[in-house]
């Protein structure tokens, strides 16, 4: 059963796949549309989607226990990462090309491609711990991740946190997140009206 829904679900991605290459082939799909799709996607509707699956299925208690989990995509990202380093270093990576390396060796599409595959292979419900993973990650990346490859193109030591960082931190998609948890902390969700009434 479980073969037979992931074969289903891979099919599926590359069904839309498929449509997609077949519309843009025969024109239907103008140069800018891939940019207005995933502006809609990454601006709108995931965001919209996160908000709505958090607060109908969390309460306070579900929540606190979920932020508790953080650390392990942390410690993950963190493995990763200086793995990617110590690979870098075996296979004789340049010193000037190590930041860039790793960066690649450690980091993922979270948003634009992971999402989707969570949602084809498990459901709505790995949206809470893929945004989890997301948050883990887009603060990762946008710290440490740029830090090294900045420091490959100018070959000095740059800020680790920047304002510009903190603001591709801040994405549509964590404040979505952020706005979600304000509102299932202060009981203004729908998950935690259920979990009162029960």
Known sequence: MILYDAVNSILSIFLMISLGYYLTHINW???NTAAIFSKIIINISLPSLIIYNLVTSFAKDKLLYMWSSLIFPVLGLIFSYLLGRLVARLIGIPDDEKG????LFTFSNTVFIGMPVNLAFFG???IKIATLYYIAHTTFFWTVGIYGI???KSNKTDKLISLNNLKNIFSPVLIAYL???ILIFFNLSAGAAVDNTE
């Open 150 to 152: 900045k420091k490959d």
């Open 100 to 103: 860039i390396f790793t960066a």
């Open 179 to 181: 706005f979600a948890n």
């Open 29 to 31: 799909f103008q140069e």
């Open 124 to 126: 709505e419900k790995s």
